[in-house]
């Protein structure tokens, strides 16, 4: 297996690298973040790690099988913390043979060929609504929004020793006919159970 000094890029090390692709991606973009800022410690949260995170989640979600035909959707709704890092992230990827797309939607209405969905702290009043429009439907949401899972969100990104990382609320994944791995979850800063509408 190659080493990291051999990657020129974040994104491309981390599809090679399918070991350990999380710690993988997670190392790789800190360092990044942390270069291009010219300081020793990462910043407080970075676009770049959640955005190699986003493309990851992808790989180790199912979805129901009703939902193999067309693209897959990686949506941001609200503000765009991303820029044109998501897209560099996911440019001529796939999952599960399915080209990867970058969607930016100003509502909830525009997911509907969404197969993951960032909400955008820009939504935190509307989240309950958002959530709410979305039902059961099989898109997998993630945040950075405070309390999301708690919230009735998926997936929320925390900082855990200036590192990001991710808690998962499987309830709601499942409620929505997502199967998460395992892998994902051994990975995950913490596993929990909050069924939606609580």
Not at 30 to 55: C, F, I, M, N, T
Not at 70 to 88: H, N, R
């Amino acid at each position: 297996m190659p080493s990291p000094p051999f990657c020129t890029r974040y994104e491309r090390c981390m599809k090679k690298f399918r070991v350990f692709p999380w710690m993988i991606a997670g190392i790789i973009a800190v360092s990044l973040v942390s270069r291009l800022d010219g300081r020793q410690q990462p910043k407080a949260s970075g676009p770049q790690v959640e955005a190699a995170y986003l493309y990851n989640f992808g790989r180790f979600v199912t979805w129901p099988a009703t939902l193999s035909a067309g693209q897959f959707g990686i949506c941001i709704l609200g503000e765009d913390p991303f820029g044109a890092v998501l897209d560099s992230t996911v440019s001529g990827e796939t999952i599960d043979g399915k080209q990867i797309v970058t969607v930016r939607i100003s509502n909830v209405q525009g997911a509907q060929n969404c197969r993951i969905l960032f909400i955008s702290p820009s939504e935190d009043k509307r989240l309950k609504q958002i959530l709410a429009a979305l039902d059961k439907s099989s898109i997998l949401t993630v945040s950075d929004m405070p309390e999301f899972v708690q919230r009735g969100g998926m997936i929320q990104f925390v900082l855990a020793a200036n590192k990001v990382r991710f808690e998962v609320n499987l309830a709601t994944a499942e409620e929505a006919r997502l199967q998460l791995s395992s892998e994902l979850l051994k990975v995950a800063a913490a596993v929990k159970r909050v069924p939606s509408g609580t």
